[in-house]
């Protein structure tokens, strides 16, 4: 398992970063995706891959027991600043096998990967602070 992430192209300050066009390989691999953003944002938009758990980066210190220390995750969030956090506080509880998604599910979706359509779409809105779900008759 040592290095499982050796292979991703970023490495930034001894974080390794998972760039979207690598992430499907490495799903393929074993790991799994750990998305650290709000139950609101996941409903938003998920990705689209079976190998994704939720884990809400408010709840992470509470809960983070629940992640497997031997499989290799990968973090991600909407655009990749709370997936560092998040890789930073599980590197300081022991967790070896960790990688942040470079750009988050933007970057994901600009990628043309997989994503899934949660309850509050369709959405309207310039910006993530001004979403709300359209109305419907």
């Not at 599980?90 to 043309?112: M, P, T």
Request: aromatic share 8%; with cysteine; glycine share 8%.
């Amino acid at each position: 398992m040592r290095g499982f992430f050796d292979r991703c192209k970023l490495h930034i300050d001894g974080i390794n970063y998972v760039l979207p066009s690598e992430a499907m390989d490495l799903l393929k691999n074993g790991a799994c995706i750990v998305d650290v953003r709000t139950e609101f944002e996941t409903e938003i938009k998920s990705f689209g891959v079976e190998r994704v758990a939720y884990l809400p980066h408010e709840e992470l210190a509470e809960r983070y027991q629940v992640l497997d220390r031997e499989s290799p995750l990968i973090l991600a969030d909407a655009v990749g600043l709370h997936s560092k956090e998040a890789l930073l506080f599980l590197r300081s509880k022991g967790f070896e096998h960790i990688a942040s998604l470079a750009g988050g599910i933007a970057d994901w979706e600009k990628d043309g990967l997989p994503v899934g359509k949660g309850k509050y779409q369709p959405l309207n809105g310039p910006c993530p602070c001004m979403i709300k779900p359209r109305e419907t008759r």
